[in-house]
């Protein structure tokens, strides 16, 4: 379960106050555990996470990666899940953000990931017809997460990263990229 907050919130400096939102993933946990739940970084915002991260040197690596949701990949792979589905879906991802990073993406890209959804599509290899799965990409750029749009690649990266995953791993047969904004989508699909 994920709990969504809409709030006012005055930046750390204090500067302007804007709507952000808030949200922290509070599900899964027993109602009485034998040890105290410590969030110390409960009340801050993504931003000032960052900030907080530059001043004790952590590196720009960490403090930049894209967000990745509480609930993991589950979300990710609506339908049943596997450990098949899951290794299909961790290595499609892996081409894809890796993509980003050789091309000098990552970085313009608020969040990106790789989909699996549970639809099988007919396809061919070589002389065979193959019935895989159907990866979703998304990539989407955003000031604060309230609103997003997707990102313009390239043809050709569109290209070049849809023959990897399809060519590279066994279990995908077709890749599609989202143009859904947010509104009306969402950033995750679930």
């Excluded at 952000?20 to 409960?42: A, F, Q, T």
């Excluded at 907080?52 to 952590?58: F, I, K, S, V």
């Excluded at 403090?63 to 899940?81: E, Q, T």
């Excluded at 159907?134 to 997003?148: K, P, Y």
């Amino acid at each position: 379960m994920s709990l969504f907050v809409w709030i006012e919130s005055k930046s750390v400096t204090g500067s302007q106050t804007s709507k952000i939102k808030s949200h922290h993933n509070v599900g899964g946990l027993p109602k009485k555990m034998k040890l105290k739940l410590v969030e110390p970084l409960k009340f801050l915002f993504k931003d000032e996470v960052r900030k907080l991260g530059l001043e004790l040197n952590l590196s720009k690596e960490i403090i930049s990666r894209h967000p990745f949701p509480g609930p993991g990949l589950a979300i990710r792979m609506p339908g049943i899940i596997t450990k098949e589905k899951i290794n299909i879906l961790k290595e499609a991802d892996h081409y894809f953000i890796q993509a980003l990073r050789d091309h000098n993406l990552y970085h313009k890209i608020w969040q990106a990931y790789a989909a699996l959804l549970p639809v099988k599509t007919v396809g061919v290899m070589g002389d065979n017809r193959t019935y895989e799965y159907l990866c979703l990409l998304r990539a989407i750029t955003s000031e604060d997460g309230m609103t997003a749009d997707f990102y313009e690649f390239k043809k050709s990266f569109i290209q070049e990263i849809s023959n990897k995953i399809v060519n590279s791993i066994r279990g995908i047969n077709r890749v599609v990229y989202d143009i859904t904004s947010k509104p009306p989508s969402t950033i995750e699909l679930e």
